[in-house]
């Protein structure tokens, strides 16, 4: 089964500094690597993927994740952190389930980005 | 364009009371999800469609929840009879073809509280 671990709860960064929300991941195939953005009483908002190619992938805002597939890593990375990038960051996988052969998306249990001005 | 609209935004009730949550995929979008986000529990997803066919329901907590998708525009989730452990964020999400890579598209969710 897929599985998807964020292990840290918070991340605190000033503003202006690079900042790096940690990803982990489990499957048994090839992975489909996400990460959404939620601000607060909003939904989910797409912020990057990797499905192949380059192991560094640029998205929205600025972020980038890089893609490391001997430490099953996909973390999140910007240069320089703004106050307004605080908000609550999730890491999801997706894979085709083994014996139902049918794609899910399993969710990280989100990281809260803080960035102090 | 418009994203995935869902509605109410609010609803707080009472135990027991049915409850309706709807959602407007985007359009052109085949495949739709229903998630529920609680402090405790994370984002869980409840069941998802594909051309207005449920895929998967192995995340429907109990048989007091119940998904329909009538046409391609249209879904409900629905809550019969609620209960107060109910009370969560509940998020619709929709994206196109080639489920695998393509991105989620999610509405702003429905704030539910069962007294």
């Known amino acids: 089964a897929q599985s998807v671990a964020q292990p840290e709860d918070q991340v605190n960064v000033a503003e202006g500094n690079p900042l790096t929300v940690k990803c982990t991941y489990s499957?048994?195939?090839?992975?489909?690597l996400f990460w959404y953005v939620q601000y607060p009483n909003r939904g989910l908002q797409f912020l990057l993927k990797?499905?192949?190619?380059?192991?560094l992938v640029k998205g929205s805002y600025g972020f980038e994740a890089e893609f490391n597939k001997s430490q099953t890593s996909f973390h999140l990375k910007k240069p320089s952190a703004l106050v307004s990038d605080s908000a609550l960051y999730f890491c999801?996988?997706?894979?085709?389930?083994?014996?139902?052969?049918?794609?899910?998306?399993?969710f990280g249990s989100g990281t809260r980005l803080q960035v102090q001005p | 364009d418009a994203g995935v609209i869902q509605s109410p935004r609010h609803e707080v009730t009472e135990m027991g009371q049915e409850v309706t949550l709807r959602c407007k995929p985007i359009?052109?979008?085949?495949?739709l999800f229903w998630y529920r986000q609680t402090m405790m529990r994370g984002l869980e997803l409840l069941i998802y469609f594909n051309n207005n066919v449920p895929i998967d329901d192995s995340g429907m907590p109990e048989d007091r929840f119940s998904a329909k998708m009538p046409n391609a525009s249209f879904s409900t989730l629905k809550i019969q009879p609620s209960e107060p452990r109910d009370s969560a964020v509940y998020f619709c999400?929709?994206?196109?073809?080639?489920?695998?890579?393509?991105?989620?598209?999610f509405g702003d969710g429905t704030r539910l509280s069962i007294l």
């Open positions: 499957v048994s195939g090839n992975p489909y």
């Open positions: 990797y499905i192949t190619g380059d192991n």
């Open positions: 999400a929709s994206s196109g073809q080639g489920n695998s890579n393509q991105p989620q598209h």
């Open positions: 359009s052109g979008h085949d495949y």
């Open positions: 999801a996988v997706r894979d085709i389930e083994v014996g139902t052969g049918r794609r899910a998306l399993t």
